[in-house]
């Protein structure tokens, strides 16, 4: 059973909106976790987008963005579903790229650093074109 699963990436033209979906098969790999969005292109390294810490309140989670996608991408939650979302409007071709969820049993840091998870779903691509 894959522990995270993301659906949602396709293709849309610049200035579209995508969500991003991730569903955690298993509460305690969601419950009081760190849920990070990432996206990697062939070369290149893997980069944080955002990230939510589900252990607080709903109503005011604690959130980190990327500085590229401040104030176009969301992330919000649903505890119900043990599911994490991106919302993502304004693409811009640069943001192509396979989107990965993955977890951590811990707070959120600011850095959104791939080294700091563990447990990784299989990603979803999102194609932007111009």
């Known amino acids: 059973q894959v522990a995270l699963g993301e659906s949602g990436g396709g293709s849309v033209q610049t200035g579209g909106s995508l969500r991003l979906s991730c569903k955690a098969s298993?509460?305690?790999?969601?419950?009081?976790?760190?849920m990070g969005w990432f996206r990697q292109v062939p070369g290149k390294e893997r980069e944080g987008v955002a990230s939510?810490?589900?252990?607080?309140?709903?109503?005011?989670?604690?959130?980190y963005y990327a500085d590229s996608v401040k104030g176009r991408f969301t992330i919000s939650q649903d505890n119900a579903e043990n599911t994490v979302y991106l919302q993502m409007n304004s693409l811009k071709p640069e943001d192509t790229a396979m989107y990965y969820c993955?977890?951590?049993?811990?707070?959120?840091?600011?850095?959104?650093?791939?080294?700091?998870?563990?447990?990784w779903g299989q990603g979803t691509q999102v194609t932007v074109s111009s």
């Open positions: 993955a977890a951590t049993s811990s707070y959120c840091r600011w850095s959104i650093s791939p080294r700091d998870f563990d447990t």
């Open positions: 298993k509460e305690d790999i969601y419950s009081n976790h760190c």
């Open positions: 939510l810490y589900t252990g607080g309140p709903t109503w005011y989670a604690s959130t």
